[in-house]
T-cell receptor, first 115, second 112 residues
Framework: DARVTQTPRDKVTEMGQEVTMRCQPI?????VFWYRQTMMQGLELLAYFRNRAPLDDSGMPKDRFSAEMPDATLATLKIQPSEPRDSAVYFCASASGQANTGELFFGEGSRLTVL | SQQGEEDPQALSIQEGENATMNCSYKTSINNLQWYRQNSGRGLVHLILIRSNEREKHSGRLRVTLDTSKKSSSLLITASRAADTASYFC????????????FGKGTRLSVIA
């Protein structure tokens, strides 16, 4: 049963701490997305990669957020330092082929609470 | 923002009734997709309709697309309590290789 795996599922941290979220895309999928979901903004695209290369990270606050794909089976989203306004659910999704043709497969999300 | 907008924001119906949700968007699109999200879970793809299609069916789901009005609708027939979820439309712009842009969703409650 192929699925996108995200860790951690829940994270509570203090303001100023570093937070790293990890995502294992579906094997064979070459496009990986990071979305953030809040009640106010809905789902916002933070960054996405194709074949491990970043294509667009314009949705990400550059001063504190960074996204990488160390290899084809792992994507990371790091926040340093974290702030209370970063509290949200962060979703990773993967897709095969082009970013604009087919469906996205979402993980279950990482719920982040920054106190 | 170029994201799609779902209407209504929330919908409550009785089991067995039909549920209709609408999505409007602003730019020309390549395709439009509908997703469902159960509380506390990730989004799940329901159906994709391409810009040259007008209607598509999948089980109890019926999606229509009117590119002249830049709108789409999702109809769930004979709703069940298990259909309770948030439903999102997502559009792929026609310009460039851009990824899905999601609306804020419609929260559907089906009361048994």
């Amino acid at each position: 049963d192929a699925r996108v795996t995200q860790t951690p599922r829940d994270k509570v941290t203090e303001m100023g701490q570093e937070v790293t979220m990890r995502c294992q895309p579906i094997l064979g999928h070459n496009t990986v997305f990071w979305y953030r979901q809040t009640m106010m903004q809905g789902l916002e695209l933070l960054a996405y990669f194709r074949n491990r290369a970043p294509l667009d990270d314009s949705g990400m606050p550059k001063d504190r957020f960074s996204a990488e794909m160390p290899d084809a089976t792992l994507a990371t989203l790091k926040i340093q330092p974290s702030e209370p306004r970063d509290s949200a659910v962060y979703f990773c999704a993967s897709a095969s082929g082009q970013a604009n043709t087919g469906e996205l497969f979402f993980g279950e999300g990482s719920r982040l609470t920054v106190l | 923002s170029q994201q799609g907008e779902e209407d209504p924001q929330a919908l409550s119906i009785q089991e067995g009734e039909n549920a209709t949700m609408n999505c409007s968007y602003k730019t020309s699109i390549n395709n439009l997709q509908w997703y469902r999200q159960n509380s506390g879970r990730g989004l799940v793809h329901l159906i994709l309709i391409r810009s040259n299609e007008r209607e598509k069916h999948s089980g109890r789901l019926r999606v229509t697309l009117d590119t002249s009005k830049k709108s789409s609708s999702l109809l769930i027939t004979a709703s069940r309590a298990a259909d309770t979820a948030s439903y999102f439309c997502a559009t792929v712009w026609n310009s460039g290789n851009t990824p899905l842009v999601f609306g804020k969703g419609t929260r559907l409650s089906v009361i048994a």
